[in-house]
DNA sequence: CGACATGTTGAAGCGGTTCAAGTAGGGTGG
DNA sequence: CCACCCTACTTGAACCGCTTCAACATGTCG
């Protein structure tokens, strides 16, 4: 039983390197013993299955979660049970950040396939964050980045036509799934039109009918889940970008934890 | 000159207790130790006049503000210039919490009317949360707070008819007026129609149609920059709350900083 | 195979924008 | 102090982008 502890550690540790923790570990550059403690506070959890939640609005769990596989939806509720997706996360991206201020999380999560992920206790996480100088620095980094992030969407609802919302969709997500190795002009949604039309704040017949477009204008060719973009440059003409400050792709590395 | 530090530092000690960095010192419970050593770290600044800029997006500023008199507005940029307002940051709160992924501001923060703040930088806030246990989890709490404020306003852009956006963001003016010891029905609006409307994703006109519909419903008296609320209730009924888990007004208290 | 969810396409309607004109403050210079 | 201007705000009317409604098509799953 202890060897097949030793395994199973070896084996998350192999994962967070390649996929899952990989932001959340790598930028700090820690040191085995580092990792190591990482990995000890770790839990695994069963798949989630398609449709289940990974946490409801009001759960008092305090952990974060790593997505290994499969995506996931979060959305919050308003008084009248209507969602209002947040966003999508997709293999190597956290969540969960929400929760600490109430302790409660602030809105659900549920997935889109069968997910697995790895969870990550708060109060561990941050009782190592005094072993580990840097690691809470990340935290609140990966947070601001979220923040970041969500500025962009909310430009993206309250000025930018159907077409940009949409191309923005796409091109972020190809983003995504290129900075993990995969194709970004070859993909699956793991997500419904519905979903993505409750994202971008529109109706699920324009978004059917701006695929249609897309498609008619040589931009991708669109098969019901599979998408293949055929002009991404153009993609990107029509999508907005809220932020004219460049990615200098520096990240955290000009920050040397003290 | 030594006794001149000192008077100095009572009077920002007392003006932290009362206002500014009330959110940020109190709901740890510091002791007078740990205020002093918050205290030393605080940097004045002169007053930042109506429309100059506190920071811009790129600005290499590694710091975190209070305001302690007058009113801001957040915004990102697109790549033709157009700005999207984040938000506005009235007296005692916290603004900055976005630069930290980066190490640039991702957002400008312009002065609405004459501001007074007190910045806090960074690196030493963060040398800090080595020595005062709690502190670190605060500042993810408040950004995991500023997280859940704009998955509301995500909604509300998404989803809402234009009467529940301004509606909500009048109940929500008055809600952090009230919060502050300042009237909850009756206040001046530092921001122009046209960063409301900005704000709320709409146009100018929109807002102007709205305050004249909303006064002839007698929900509210507007002159100019003046409001008066009348039916504070009806206003919080047209608003859209995306929230089903109510403020259960425990705040921080039920986490006890190990 | 049938039933139900999901996605597509067309046509009508409307909420909110855009355009245009007018009003009111607030600041400046004579 | 008034005349002036300029910006902020208001109000009306036309327009249009997107939604809504409706019908149909296509998968998907028991």
Known sequence: MSQERIVKLEDIRSHCQKCS????????????????????????????????????????????????????????????GQEQIIGFHLPGELLGLDAISRGVHSCSAKALETVSVCE???????????????????????MSEELQHEHCHMALLARAPVESRLASFLVQLSERFKDRGYSATEFNLSMSRNDIANLLGMAVETISRLFSQFQEQHLLIVERKHIQILDLP??????????PVENNDEDDTSYSAS
């Open 120 to 142: 990550i206790p708060y109060e561990r996480l941050e009782s190592l964050s005094q072993e580990i100088p840097g690691l809470s620095h990340h935290l609140l980094s990966l």
């Open 21 to 80: 923790l990989f932001q959340l570990c790598m930028p700090m550059g820690l040191g085995d013993g580092d990792l190591n403690k990482l990995d000890k506070i770790i839990k695994r959890r069963r798949p989630v299955e398609k449709g289940e939640y990974l946490y409801r609005i009001g759960d008092p769990h305090r952990s974060m979660y790593a997505v290994r596989a499969g995506s996931l939806k979060s959305f919050t509720t308003d008084q009248e």
């Open 234 to 243: 153009q993609l990107q003409a029509i999508s907005t970008h809220c932020s």
